[in-house]
């Protein structure tokens, strides 16, 4: 019998075996040597007045306990147009979920609950679409066609996601290569997630219905860095329209990631890109750990002989009283246990840093029988007080040999055999390498089973639809006034001089136009309102909450009184702090509030020979630029907005 340090040595040893190369010290020859290939399915919120098949208003949020009626369904799946079932859609039948809808009547109309057909489509969200779409190269689909996507999660009360092809091919530019889009879909938003317990699921339905875009590459993302560059880019083409959501849940990632003999797996709904680059390296060494995994099993048996048994175990039978198997036996839960032939080492084999095998069974008990973490022990788990007490018992009454692992799970008989099926269904799968599936990222760049990857045959012609003609008057109209291309834009910025650690917030928060508007009224340079933006502006968003609302046009005139009352444009570093916290405060109050005074530059250059003797007094430094440091911090505050600092440096050295 394995104990805790044969466990955790055994964890080590494949760890090591996998191949596995940490996420810091990795290079693109590692990712080549695996045959790493990444591709992005992104969504972006649209900004507009109503939601996309209806005429509720679009991002307006309710709060959690707030809704004025609940709708409580039971999803079934339906026979594709070739008569056959999707998977993932058979896969959240079986959890035999209710699912329940709270509703607020503000933001919800009978169409989200599926009582009515769809209105026209939104014409405003359209034409945003065909705009983004135009941005990335895309070819614009003359004739619009909504097809129906089953989900049977949940998250669509009528259990189909209306979505449609606005756009195909396409391209994006990266810094050493360009990569290639599928297409731009138009689609609805689905409802948010409020809980998951057990067989019930909660959602609220305020986001349900909003207008979104799902654009989708092509896997020519060799490294996770790349794959981040390129999500980056396309949040950045989105946002220069001015015509997103921005915010939490705005956007959302999809990121597709396998390696050299593995499979598609799809991390869903990826909250943050800075999450994608480590949630992609290590989903790809997952998918090579599980490579060998099968490796091992293939030399140990042949799966067709393969055949797991299944016990139900006597409490009173056990020596053991650990907390798993008291609360089970509190909550007259059935003690399961199961033998997994020639998978020693196995449940115990790394699959990704922190987790298992035993991991990759424990998740699908969650989701697919509803067995709530903790939901199972092993023969492998690093805390093995329960086999150390009932090991024996448990290999006696399976007739387990030496080469054997086990596993004992709690549950009731409702959820008895759709856990058992579970079990085995996951082993075999091991035989055949990487299962197809849909994983949650998390943010310690694990991901957990979320679901069975979805195919073609949950998708079907909506009849409620008609189709819709999209003129070519309109493509070249929205054409005529697309936004700069970014990576126009970021040539720009390197002409500008603008230091490239301040693209990011810049394209986030769409700024190159503002830029040009304060340079174009005020002569101010735009490297130096980029960085005033990007630095200065960032650093307050991250140490202050404004008192009122700030917006970036506020900015705008600031240097419009600066330019109008002759000041020097560096006063702006001392206002943007209090106009930040105070946004609603008149500029004069704001000079009032940094005691600003007019000095001419013979003025400031008095107060230098004084400065210079108070220095000689108190000075105990060696460094030879101490009384020059010492002096411009005396006198910097004062100079700001009367001279250029450039000046005052002169002054200053001149004198001393």
């Not at 990335?136 to 066609?145: I, N, P």
Request: hydrophobic share 35%; with cysteine.
């Amino acid at each position: 019998m394995s104990d805790i340090f044969d466990v955790v040595d055994n964890f080590q040893k494949t760890k090591i075996a996998s191949g596995y190369v940490d996420f810091k010290i990795a290079k693109e020859e590692d990712y080549a040597k695996i045959g790493f290939k990444c591709g992005l399915e992104v969504h972006q919120q649209l900004k507009t007045e109503k939601k996309l098949f209806c005429r509720c208003p679009a991002s307006v949020y309710n709060k959690i306990d707030e809704y004025d009626a609940e709708v409580i369904r039971h999803m079934r799946p339906t026979l594709s147009e070739l008569g056959e079932y999707d998977g993932t859609a058979l896969m959240e039948f079986r959890t035999r979920k209710n699912i329940t809808y709270r509703l607020k009547n503000e933001t919800t109309c009978t169409y989200e609950i599926d009582d009515t057909p769809p209105f026209k489509i939104n014409t405003e969200a359209l034409k945003i679409a065909i705009q983004i779409s135009l941005l990335a190269k895309q070819s614009v689909v003359g004739e619009l066609h909504i097809i129906r996507k089953q989900y049977l999660d949940g998250s669509i009360p009528a259990g189909f996601q209306r979505t449609g092809i606005i756009g195909i091919e396409g391209e994006i530019p990266l810094k050493n290569k360009t990569i290639r889009l599928i297409q731009l879909s138009i689609e609805e938003d689905s409802a948010r997630e409020i809980s998951d317990i057990g067989h019930e699921r909660v959602y609220r339905t305020d986001r349900l219905g909003m207008p979104l875009i799902e654009t989708v590459t092509y896997p020519e993302m060799l490294t996770p860095s790349e794959a981040e560059e390129a999500c980056q880019y396309l949040r950045f083409l989105v946002r220069s329209t001015g015509n997103v959501f921005t915010g939490i849940g705005a956007a959302r990632q999809d990121v597709n990631v396998s390696a050299e003999g593995g499979t598609r797996v799809e991390i869903k709904g990826v909250a943050h890109i800075k999450w994608i680059p480590l949630l992609t390296h290590n989903e790809a060494y997952r998918q090579v750990a599980l490579l060998k995994i099968r490796e091992q099993l293939l030399k140990r048996i042949k799966p067709t002989e393969w055949k797991m048994q299944v016990v139900e175990l006597d409490y009173n039978k056990l020596n053991s009283s650990t907390h798993f198997i008291l609360k089970a036996q509190e909550e007259n839960k059935k003690l399961i246990a199961v033998n997994l032939p020639h998978f020693k080492g196995i449940l115990s084999h790394f699959t990704q840093p922190g987790q298992m095998f035993s991991n990759e069974i424990a998740d699908r008990l969650k989701v697919i029988a509803c067995l709530e973490h903790p939901n199972m022990i092993s023969s492998e788990t690093p805390r093995p007080e329960f086999f150390f007490a009932d090991g024996d018992y448990i290999r006696e009454t399976l007739g387990a040999s030496e080469e054997d692992a086990q596993i004992v799970f709690w549950t009731d008989e409702y959820d008895r055999q759709i856990a058992v099926e579970t079990i085995e269904e996951r082993c075999q799968m091991a035989f055949e390498g990487v299962p197809n599936e849909t994983r949650k990222g998390l943010p310690d760049g694990t991901t957990i089973f979320e679901r069975v990857l979805p195919g073609a045959d949950r998708m079907y012609p909506d009849t409620d639809s008609a189709p819709i003609q999209i003129p070519e008057k309109w493509i070249e109209e929205i054409r005529q006034t697309l936004p700069h291309d970014i990576s126009d834009e970021m040539k720009t910025l390197s002409e500008w001089k603008v230091p490239e650690s301040t693209w990011t917030y810049i394209f986030r928060n769409n700024l190159m136009m503002m830029i040009r508007r304060i340079n174009y009224e005020t002569d101010v340079s735009q490297s130096f309102i980029a960085k005033l933006f990007a630095f200065d502006l960032k650093h307050l968003e991250g140490q202050h909450t404004p008192s009122g609302d700030f917006t970036y046009s506020k900015v705008l005139g600031m240097f419009r009184f600066i330019k109008e009352e002759n000041l020097h444009q560096e006063i702006s570093r001392l206002m943007l702090v209090e106009l930040y916290q105070h946004p609603n405060m008149r500029f004069e109050s704001i000079l009032e509030q940094l005691n600003f005074k007019r000095r001419d530059k013979e003025k400031l250059k008095s107060y230098i020979p004084l400065l210079s003797e108070k220095f000689d007094q108190i000075n105990s430094s060696k460094n030879p630029n101490a009384k020059f440091d010492w002096i411009m911090g005396q006198i910097r505050n004062k100079a700001m907005g009367n001279i250029p600092l450039s000046e005052l440096s002169v002054l200053v050295k001149e004198s001393i």
